[in-house]
């Protein structure tokens, strides 16, 4: 098995570990309320998917 023959730098690290950037939620106006909703998941204000309706919308207080 391959082992490092030096210990990589703080500053080598640091530059490669930089790139480990998220990216923002992707945002959609829902067609049926206009409140805005990760899309291919149902609206949690109003509960309903692609014009079917599936639940009540229900919030909890962790999600916001």
């Known amino acids: 098995m ?12 640091r530059s490669r570990r930089a790139n480990w950037k998220t990216t923002a939620a992707t945002l959609t106006a829902c067609p049926q309320c206009g409140a805005n909703m990760v899309p291919h998941i149902a609206c949690p204000s109003c509960g309903t998917y692609k014009g079917r309706h599936y639940a009540t919308a229900e919030r909890s207080e962790h999600q916001g």
């Open 2 to 13: 391959a082992v490092p023959k030096r210990k990589t730098s703080r500053s080598n690290t």
